[in-house]
């Protein structure tokens, strides 16, 4: 619940003169332009009791790259998974825009994060189309590279929304180091990095190496986890495996990193030094969980950006994690800033 005087998107007391009832004309917020998307983005119920604090207002600023795959996915609804030798019906075939990056970077896109994709998508009419969704929601889409067949991605969800995927990567294999070479600059623009693993393990490890040299933030999914290398955890601030990823990383770990288990329906977990946290789920009716671990992840680095604690982080995450699965397609139910917000501090 947002109270009288507490900033909307952290939740801290915001020393705002106009919210406090005393004499606005010397107030920061008076002198400070608090960008229209943000101000857009707050829930109309906080309106006139609360300002977004300035703190947040210069987080706002930061500029998030997600690094990772896109890819066309094929999502079949089943009832049940069929068993091998077996032939079974769907009750449908669609098709969305997915791979890991491009859902994270749509997802921060919406939680009204300035974004970048960095990835490679086909250079054919799903490339482009690709490019234009994204141009449409607000992700910037210069470090995109153009090559090859688009990523595709096969996917059954059966009626408790769980999935399974196969993908074929396609032009996500193809970022190269030259393309990070030749791209460093605008690259070293952003602060926030949040990388998953649907892309050549070489190239992510040296892009880890450049990024650590300039003490920029770094983000692990290490899924999927065949391309995870233990050289990565040498650069990484937090890693967000899920369960069955955490189980095979758990012996790299040393306790100094700061590890985040997607659970799913058992909620999140932060593990580091001697600290273990849980938090749990946030309850919906599950639809399709395709994209529900990318959803998270955005959240995370949302909640990072604007300082959170890391159980406000996991709790906002969850949330975030949840919601996404209560519509088909991996991207169709992400929040926006507005849904998160509403529901974060009711
Ligand atoms: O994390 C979900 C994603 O994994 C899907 O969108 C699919 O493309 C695969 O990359």
Redesign the pocket.
């Known amino acids: 619940m947002i109270e009288k005087g507490k900033c909307p998107i952290c939740g801290k007391t915001n020393q705002c003169a106009i919210t406090l009832g005393e004499e606005p004309s010397t107030c920061w917020c008076m002198t400070t332009k608090i960008p229209k998307n943000l101000l857009s983005n707050i829930p109309d119920e906080y309106r006139n009791i609360s300002c977004v604090c300035r703190e947040c207002v210069k987080n706002y600023d930061k500029r998030v790259c997600v690094v990772g795959?896109l890819?066309v996915?094929h999502i079949l609804d089943v009832e049940c998974f069929p068993r091998p030798g077996e032939t079974i019906k769907a009750k449908s075939l669609n098709t969305f825009f997915?791979?890991?990056g491009?859902?994270q970077a749509t997802a921060c896109a919406k939680l009204g994060l300035s974004t970048s994709m960095l990835g490679t998508v086909g250079a054919d009419s799903h490339g482009k189309r690709y490019i234009d969704h994204f141009k449409s929601i607000g992700v910037q889409t210069e470090l995109i590279n153009k090559s090859n067949i688009s990523g595709q991605?096969f996917?059954q969800v059966d009626q408790n929304g769980e999935n399974n995927?196969v993908?074929i990567g396609g032009a996500n294999y193809d970022l190269s180091k030259k393309w990070i070479d030749d791209h460093l600059e605008e690259i070293l623009e952003h602060d926030v990095f949040l990388f998953s693993l649907?892309i050549p393990p070489k190239v992510v490890i040296y892009l880890m190496e450049q990024l650590e040299k300039h003490h920029k933030l770094i983000i692990l999914d290490p899924?999927p986890f065949a391309n995870f290398n233990a050289k990565m955890l040498d650069f990484v601030d937090y890693i967000t495996p899920n369960q069955t990823e955490y189980d095979s990383i758990k012996s790299l770990l040393s306790p100094n990193h700061h590890v985040i288990v997607k659970r799913g329906e058992k909620g999140s977990k932060y593990i580091h030094k001697e600290i273990s946290i849980n938090i749990p789920p946030y309850p919906v009716n599950v639809v399709d969980t395709?994209?529900a671990?990318?959803t998270f992840n955005a959240a995370f680095c949302f909640a990072l950006i604007f300082n959170y604690t890391i159980e406000e982080a996991l709790m906002t995450a969850n949330i975030a994690g949840a919601i996404a699965t209560t519509q088909s397609g991996?991207q169709t139910g992400m929040p926006t800033l507005r849904e998160l917000l509403k529901i974060r501090f009711k």
């Open positions: 795959s890819n996915d997915g791979g890991k491009g859902n991605a996917i995927i993908t649907e899924a395709v994209g671990g990318d991996a």
